[in-house]
Each structure stands twice: as structure tokens, then as C-alpha cells.
T-cell receptor, first 112, second 113 residues
């Protein structure tokens, strides 16, 4: 089955700097790669996703890149703000009716 | 539109007791999932369902049971609670089709003592 590895487990960056979180996956049939943000005491929420037919997607300060050959994808957050402090999860799925497998998460701290 | 609703939010169980975590969604999603999240760890899939009447094991199904008699409800049953089941439990659902965004409930924090 699919296995998703996520690094680092903890990341601290100065406010205003960029943060990068990386994930690898094992199933070459996976074609949908979402990223979730989990704030304290809440369930995860989707922040951005990418499908295998594109290599990069941006939404304001957030971008995701995908390298299908190497089977890895990354989340980039620019101009970080205090409200970006949270746990971020990457995930992979074959899309349509297949289940989603999550990475172990990255706790992001934005330092003042 | 309430989305995914989990009850209870908190529960303390004694070893050997049983309980059911409730999950209901009003988005007419076919797929539903139960995850557990241990401190400092990610989300591990316990069970999932692709539709009413169908359930499948995930990564960590031992000690749990589920049922899916309706599209809306997906309860998770713990028969003989153990300290290793102390965790935060999340229910989620996804629609079929091209969009596979998962919608999560607020979670149930369970402590087994």
C-alpha cells in the first residue's frame, strides 16, 4: 500500500521568512496530493492540493511542487505570519474513490 | 450545513469498558474514515467505508469495530478499552468523483485509565 514520509517533524522559522516541508510517497499510481493544516484543538483543513498533471500550484503565499519521477512533493510558505503556526500534513491518494494516506505531520513554529 | 459532526468531544473510560464514538455527515459523501492521532504523531487510518454496508480495515484496526448502515453515519466501537487506545479520534468524509478533499470533524479526545 501507499506510504507517505514527511520531513521535518518540527520546523521553526522567523516571521517573514519562508518555510518548506517535504514529502515522499511510494505508490506510483497516486495522483492527488493534498496538504492539510491543523490548528490547536481542531480537525485538519485542506489548504492546497495538486494533481499529477501539473508540477506546481500557487495560492497567495502558499505553493506546492510535485516531482512525479522522484515521487516527492513539497509545500512552500512565503512571508510567514504568526497565524501560520500549526501542524501541517501532506497526503497522497489515487484520487476519485481511493482512500487518503497521511504523512506524520510537521509542527511549524513562527518565531516573532 | 453542519459538515462532519463527532460526539462526544471528550471522554474518560476505565480499562475494559466499551463505548461508541459517533460520527455523522450531512454532505451525502460516500466515503467515510476514522483516524487516530497520537501525541506528536500523524493520522493513522483505523477503518474506512466506501458506502453504506461496506467497511474496510485501515492501518490500525485492532481493538475497534465499525458499521455503516446509512450514508450519513459511521460509528466507531471500542469493545474492551485499553490504555493504548488513549488518543484523539477524527472522523472524516470525502465525496466521490474528481474532488477528494477530506472534511474532518472536530475530534474526540479519549483517555483510558
Amino acid at each position: 500500500g501507499e506510504n507517505v514520509e514527511q520531513h521535518p517533524s518540527t520546523l521553526s522559522v522567523q516571521e517573514g521568512d519562508s518555510a518548506v516541508i517535504k514529502c515522499t510517497y511510494s505508490d506510483s499510481a497516486s495522483n492527488y496530493f493534498p496538504w492539510y493544516k491543523q490548528e490547536l484543538g481542531k480537525g485538519p483543513q485542506l489548504i492546497i492540493d495538486i494533481r499529477s498533471n501539473v508540477g506546481e500550484k500557487k495560492d497567495q503565499r502558499i505553493a506546492v511542487t510535485l516531482n512525479k519521477t522522484a515521487k516527492h512533493f513539497s509545500l512552500h510558505i512565503t512571508e510567514t505570519q504568526p497565524e501560520d503556526s500549526a501542524v501541517y500534513f501532506c497526503a497522497a491518494s489515487r484520487g476519485r474513490d481511493d482512500k487518503i494516506i497521511f504523512g506524520k505531520g510537521t509542527r511549524l513554529h513562527i518565531l516573532p | 450545513n453542519a459538515g462532519v459532526t463527532q460526539t462526544p468531544k471528550f471522554r474518560i473510560l476505565k480499562i475494559g469498558q466499551s463505548m461508541t464514538l459517533q460520527c455523522t455527515q450531512d454532505m451525502n459523501h460516500n466515503y467515510m474514515y476514522w483516524y487516530r492521532q497520537d501525541p506528536g504523531m500523524g493520522l493513522k487510518l483505523i477503518y474506512y467505508s466506501v458506502g453504506a454496508g461496506i467497511t474496510d480495515k485501515g492501518e490500525v484496526p485492532n481493538g475497534y469495530n465499525v458499521s455503516r448502515s446509512t450514508t450519513e453515519d459511521f460509528p466507531l466501537r471500542l469493545e474492551l478499552a485499553a490504555p493504548s487506545q488513549t488518543s484523539v479520534y477524527f472522523c472524516a468524509s470525502t465525496p466521490t468523483g474528481l474532488s477528494t478533499e477530506a472534511f474532518f470533524g472536530q475530534g474526540t479526545r479519549l483517555t483510558v485509565v
